[in-house]
């Protein structure tokens, strides 16, 4: 049994500094405006509804909600995303990765 525990407490020690390598949030070089335009398709595309965009400095706040799916039991609470501008490039965050694959890929 302390066999194991030392095994796993290795493998433990040894996966942490590689999973700390991540280079972070991806980058992309398109203007603000693209990158909102995308980002409304894409959502509306999956079934969210836009509720409002804000300009909060170099940031874009966008608030989104799920939709009722067509089963009349209401809307979901409405969501956060920001799309914050560096000096040449965009950057998503709070962005759920399943409507980030797909801003990805309009984007490239």
Request: proline share 5%; glycine share 8%; net charge positive.
């Given at each position: 049994?302390?066999?194991?525990?030392?095994?796993?407490?290795?493998?433990?020690?040894?996966?942490?500094?590689?999973?700390?390598?991540?280079?972070?949030?991806?980058?992309?070089?398109?203007?603000?405006?693209?990158?909102?335009?995308?980002?409304?398709?894409?959502?509306?595309?999956?079934?969210?509804?836009?509720?409002?965009?804000?300009?909060?400095?170099?940031?874009?706040?966008?608030?989104?909600?799920?939709?009722?799916?067509?089963?009349?039991?209401?809307?979901?609470?409405?969501?956060?995303?920001?799309?914050?501008?560096?000096?040449?490039?965009?950057?998503?965050?709070?962005?759920?990765?399943?409507i980030l694959?797909?801003?990805?890929?309009?984007?490239?």
């Open positions: 049994m302390r066999r194991l525990s030392l095994a796993v407490l290795a493998l433990t020690v040894l996966a942490l500094p590689a999973a700390a390598q991540g280079k972070g949030p991806k980058k992309y070089a398109v203007t603000t405006d693209r990158a909102l335009v995308v980002t409304k398709d894409v959502l509306v595309a999956q079934g969210y509804e836009v509720v409002r965009v804000e300009n909060s400095g170099r940031d874009y706040v966008v608030w989104y909600r799920r939709g009722n799916r067509g089963r009349g039991k209401g809307k979901g609470p409405p969501v956060r995303m920001v799309i914050h501008r560096a000096v040449d490039r965009v950057v998503f965050l709070n962005t759920p990765s399943a694959v797909d801003i990805d890929v309009q984007l490239k």
